[in-house]
């Protein structure tokens, strides 16, 4: 069964850094794009980040830009996101989703599979 777990959330102060892990059971990440989702309270979900099934592409929202990596390890079967100069406004429950593709985007409608999700908040 397909299945994705997402851990690495927590409590940091403003600028500081986050790394989220997003473990993959039941297929491979070898062909499928996986991307990261947020939803804070109140809001609509969007899009974070996403890469492709080879690792050689990848995207984030304007508003991440230069603070936020995505990475991936096929092998270890698990996708990373690493979080820096972090933000009030990151603040939100975290998702990481497959797409049965191997390349991707950002819209929630592309992705097939979804986690949990992990919370990130962002507080003094």
């Known amino acids: 069964q397909l299945q994705l777990v997402e851990s690495g959330g927590g409590l940091v102060q403003p600028g500081g850094s986050l790394r989220l892990s997003c473990a993959a059971s039941g297929f491979t990440l070898n062909y499928y794009a996986i991307g990261w989702f947020r939803q804070a309270p109140g809001k609509e979900r969007e899009g974070v980040s996403y890469i492709s099934s080879s690792g050689s592409s990848t995207k984030y929202a304007d508003s991440v830009k230069g603070r936020f990596t995505i990475s991936k390890d096929n092998a270890k079967k698990t996708v990373f996101l690493q979080m820096n100069s972090l933000k009030p406004e990151d603040t939100a429950v975290y998702y990481c989703?497959?797409?049965?593709?191997?390349?991707?985007?950002?819209?929630?409608?592309?992705?097939?599979?979804w986690g949990q999700g992990t919370q990130v908040t962002v507080s003094s």
């Open positions: 989703a497959a797409h049965l593709s191997p390349f991707g985007g950002l819209w929630n409608s592309e992705y097939d599979y």
